[in-house]
Structures are given as C-alpha cells and as structure tokens.
C-alpha cells in the first residue's frame, strides 16, 4: 500500500481541531513550528500551510518551510487544475480582497491544502487542509479562486 501525502492527510480530518481559550492543541503548534514558530505558537495563528508542511516532512517531500499559503506557489512542479491528482498536489487559492500594491506576492493572503477532487463539473475544487472552521476538513471552494497547483513528487 503506498502512502500519498493525500491519504496521509486523510487521517486527520475531524481528529485536529484548535483548543478553546489559552489551550493550544501540541499537533498544530508542532506544524507551525516547522514554519518557524517556536512551540509555545498559539493555535489561532492561521495554519493551512503548517498543515501542509507537517504532511510533507513526515513523507520526506519538499516544504515551503513557510506559514504563508501562497509560499507553496514556488514549491514542486506546476501542474494544470485539470490534471491535478488527490496524491501529492497542493492546491493555493486567493482568499481576501487580493494584492495590495506593493505587496509581496507571496506574503498576500491565500490558503493551502491537499487537492480532493472537484464537483459541479469542475467549477469547484475540494480541498483537504487545516484552518478550515478551526480543523482539518475538506472543504469547497469556487475553482476561480485557485491560483495553482503543485506537484511535490514526480512519481505521481
């Protein structure tokens, strides 16, 4: 049985959530800091993209090392939304109002997480990540707000 970084994922949906008042859940603390937190990070820091980081560390794959979702961006092979796998693609959307001027692309609002699949014929992507209502779940979003998607191994 091969683990993909997507059925890896897959094991913390509905398990991960943040913990209420000044509680931290240790599993989320631990992904952010793989993006440069120390361990004491509160878990409402937004953590899509620690999300995705642990998942990859734990498969030895490549890391944005980053908290900022759209750092995944320059991470892995480019790969159109209509070829993306629910393996090893990461899928980056806008979120918020966009990109103020002079801002850096990177830093500029987004989330990250593990391509699903889509439905309405393609006119929505589901995506696996953490942050999603507090906790790791799949969630849709419009496709017109992926801004790409990446392929961390080339095996798949």
């Not at 993909?4 to 509680?23: M, N, P």
């Not at 999300?51 to 944005?64: E, K, M």
Request: with cysteine; aromatic share 10%; glycine share 12%.
């Amino acid at each position: 049985m091969e683990i993909t970084a997507f059925s890896h994922a897959q094991r913390y949906v509905g398990q991960v959530f943040e913990r209420d008042g000044d509680l931290d859940h240790p599993l989320i603390q631990w992904w952010l800091s793989l993006c440069g937190f120390g361990l004491d990070a509160h878990d409402e820091i937004p953590w899509c993209s620690a999300f995705v980081n642990g998942i990859a560390w734990d498969l030895r794959l490549p890391r944005s090392k980053s908290a900022a979702a759209r750092s995944w961006l320059t991470i892995g092979r480019a790969v159109p939304l209509d070829r993306a796998r629910a393996a090893y693609d990461v899928v980056v959307l806008e979120r918020g109002s966009g990109i103020q001027p002079g801002a850096d692309v990177i830093e500029a609002p987004g989330h990250a997480g593990f391509y699903a699949g889509s439905e309405q014929g393609g006119q929505r992507v589901l995506v696996l990540a953490g942050n999603h209502a507090t906790g790791v779940s799949v969630a849709p979003f419009p496709a017109t707000r992926v801004l790409g998607v990446r392929r961390l191994w080339e095996g798949s």
